[in-house]
């Protein structure tokens, strides 16, 4: 089956000067530039931008200084362990756990270009496109479009777009792609995989399932904050949606979540990649079922992801004080633990409303912190098994 893909794709680098052009009239878009970059002259920039011709340009002179602006100025460094096996890769689909809802992908190109590889392209959801400039700002830096606001009818054809373009730009453009293991962040940090977005990649290609998702070449990636900056607003709509099961998130609040998320101190940040599971995938004897073979290859991903994460000295304090007890007390200082504890009031303190239940927020908190460790434990006590 052929597709369009003009509607969901980034855009051709001929399509670059028409583009920057098209921002540079935008005012909301040079209202954005300054806030993030209040120190840039804007004359300057658009000079800058008028001379780039390919959305490579944009991503390594203009999206990744910002991004290494915005980490050094909210965490306290950042490490990407793995990448070097890369080098040796024409092609490959990255899926990580979600924690930011522009920062994971973010983070991940610019630890590309630091390697000296291209940039990625970058799967993002259309109900984060709130105005037609910022489609054509992440189109511009290599993203493609994910139609979540679809009937269920036209759920089907859309999918099916969206993983042809997958397998198009891996076999045929010969680019790495990132996307989430699942819709929307995990906002308990239990990062499981989607057996709906498998589903979804597999479709894409010309052959059995197996084989189609072989072809993408996936390599798991771990996404590790030592700190989310939006914790206290994800446990904040756990009580929300407790309290009213009908409630829902409002355009504003995905906006808080963004600019939270951007500008929020971090802590260290700390991103790994896995072994392609494709070592694990050809090994799999033939015979079992399609949904046998779903689960193998969620297993295979979700196995790579908790045992890569990397767990601070506050997911052993939260686990310890969710469950009450000092199992991990070797594992962080009384002045660590005190620093956690602090952070977790504070975070609690900032939540605003009117029937705030204290220790329902804290016990969601400790669980988002907890999770990781939860997740990797049980990685490790299975492989000991094995």
């Known amino acids: 089956m052929s597709h369009d893909f003009e509607d969901i794709r980034p855009f051709h680098d001929e399509e670059v000067p028409a583009i920057i052009e098209a ?35 944009f991503q390594s002179k203009i999206s990744s200084p910002m991004v290494w602006k ?11 362990e793995g990448f070097d096996k890369l080098l040796e890769m024409d092609s490959c689909t990255f899926i990580s756990n979600h924690r930011d809802i522009i920062l994971d992908s973010a983070i991940l190109s610019i630890l590309l270009l630091d390697k000296g590889l291209r940039g990625c392209e970058i799967a993002i959801g259309d109900n984060l496109l709130v105005f037609p400039w910022i489609e054509n700002l992440v189109r511009l830096n290599k993203s493609f ?8 009818r036209q759920m089907m054809t859309s999918s099916q777009k969206l993983s042809a373009y997958i397998h198009h730009a891996i076999t ?3 680019e790495m792609v990132w996307i989430a293991q699942r819709e ?12 709906s977005l498998i589903k979804m990649l597999s479709m894409g290609g010309d052959s059995d399932f197996l084989s189609n998702v072989i072809a993408l070449n996936i390599v798991p990636l771990s996404l590790s904050y030592e700190y989310d900056p939006c914790d206290y607003l994800k446990a904040k709509e756990f009580q929300q949606k407790r309290d009213n099961p009908e409630f829902k998130k409002c355009q504003a609040d995905d906006l808080l979540n963004m600019e939270t998320g951007i500008f929020g101190q971090k802590g260290h940040i700390h991103f790994q990649l896995g072994e392609p599971i494709n070592r694990i995938l050809e090994q799999i004897p033939t015979g079992k079922s399609k949904s046998e073979l779903l689960q193998d290859v969620v297993t295979a991903i979700d196995d790579e992801i908790h045992a890569n994460y990397k767990i601070f000295s506050g997911n052993y304090v939260a686990l310890d004080w969710l469950e009450g007890t000092n199992a991990f007390a070797a594992k962080y200082t009384a002045e660590e633990k005190n620093v956690f504890e602090e952070y977790i009031a504070g975070q609690i303190d900032k939540i605003d409303l009117p029937n705030k239940d204290v220790e329902f927020l804290r016990s ?12 990797q434990l049980a990685v490790i006590e299975k492989l000991a098994i094995v």
């Open 364 to 375: 969601k908190l400790l669980e988002m912190y907890s999770n990781p460790l939860k997740n």
């Open 184 to 195: 929307g962040r995990a906002k308990d940090a239990n990062d499981q995989t989607q057996e």
């Open 23 to 57: 921002l540079l009239k935008e005012e909301r878009f040079i209202r954005a530039v300054k806030y993030v970059l209040p120190e840039v002259n804007i004359e300057d920039l658009a000079k800058q931008l008028k001379q780039f011709n390919s959305k490579d340009e």
């Open 145 to 152: 479009i994910v139609k979540r606001g679809v009937s269920v």
């Open 70 to 80: 915005l980490v050094n100025h909210s965490s306290k460094g950042l490490v990407g």
């Open 172 to 174: 045929v453009k010969q």
